[in-house]
């Protein structure tokens, strides 16, 4: 009868011991919160649109979030080296990336590189997107797209086009048309549009695709001819200006601006930086500061940014592959 009792007393006493224990514990786990100072980091020098865009976007999530977001510009590589310095830093929302479309295209011209753009990252939000443009030289025939077309299919002719170098979103966005179109085009690669533009001033050069806040002016003055756009319908930025998608169905290209965090940063975390940057992406200041570039924000949740990433880098990749393009560095 007495060990009867003392073993009821030792089970009585764990009980209460336990309930003391778990009454000790928080009613739920804290959810990761966003830290204080957060880098957002440009994978290239200072003065670019990737740079304008998050030093514009720092000072208002700074204001929206209550925190101090600090940019840093980590050139080199093409951008690989800020980009894969933010895929191995800490995934706890501190570190962010800013980077436009040449991460989808270095991609696909640069197989080897420390990181991968669809694995290495958790998407945050496409700040911004817009069409880029075909150009031709007012030394050219070619007042149509249909009419370019045409030419480049007659190989009596001898057209060439141009780009800011191998690999570039440029080389990339013709290489993609002729493979539509059934076309054949020389490529004249140049350090940089500014020398791929004179060079079509001056006759030498026929056609090319960029974008248009780097040739806004040249269309404006009548130095070259804008014949095509390559969003699927037309751009308010260009009315009178086609897409080539109505020659070409389907053909589509974009220059966009995306943030990324490391991979494994806390959904909660990425949820609230979306919104963040959507909200102030929608302020008249920073629409100005987008049609500059000739794009618009784009309200897409983490998910939509991830399938569009995805989407655009499997692209680029097939079209490097079947064109038979890699960086010579």
Request: glycine share 8%; with cysteine.
């Amino acid at each position: 009868m007495r060990r009867s009792i003392q073993t009821l007393c030792v089970w009585l006493i764990s009980g209460v011991m336990g309930c003391v224990g778990l009454l000790a514990q928080p009613a739920f786990a804290q959810e990761p919160t966003l830290p204080k100072v957060i880098k957002l980091i440009v994978p290239f020098a200072p003065g670019g649109s990737n740079d304008v865009y998050a030093r514009a976007l720092a000072q208002k999530l700074s204001t929206k979030l209550g925190v101090t977001m600090v940019v840093e510009n980590k050139p080199g590589a093409g951008g690989s080296i800020g980009s894969d310095m933010v895929a191995k830093s800490e995934p706890d929302g501190s570190t962010l990336l800013l980077i436009s479309t040449s991460i989808a295209t270095n991609a696909a011209v640069r197989p080897n590189l420390p990181f991968d753009p669809v694995t290495s990252f958790k998407p945050v939000a496409l700040v911004a997107k817009g069409a880029m443009v075909l150009i031709v030289g007012n030394k050219t025939p070619y007042m149509t797209l249909q009419q370019l077309l045409d030419a480049t299919k007659d190989k009596n002719n001898k057209v060439n086009y141009s780009s800011a170098g191998i690999g570039s979103i440029g080389q990339l966005s013709v290489e993609y048309l002729k493979a539509i179109s059934g076309t054949q085009a020389l490529h004249v690669p140049y350090q940089g549009i500014a020398a791929s533009l004179v060079n079509m001033i001056g006759g030498n050069i026929d056609y090319m695709i960029t974008t248009l806040a780097s040739v806004g002016g040249q269309i404006k003055s009548g130095q070259v001819r804008a014949i095509a756009v390559t969003s699927l319908e037309k751009s308010k930025f260009l009315p009178d200006v086609p897409p080539a998608a109505q020659l070409m169905p389907g053909y589509e290209v974009d220059v966009w601006w995306v943030v990324f965090a490391p991979a494994k940063t806390p959904t909660v975390i990425v949820n609230r930086l979306n919104q963040a940057i959507r909200d102030v992406s929608q302020d008249a200041d920073m629409q100005e500061l987008f049609a500059k570039e000739g794009a618009e924000p784009m309200p897409y949740s983490p998910e939509q940014t991830a399938a569009y990433v995805k989407t655009e880098v499997e692209k680029w990749r097939k079209v490097a592959r079947d064109a038979n393009i890699q960086a010579n560095n």
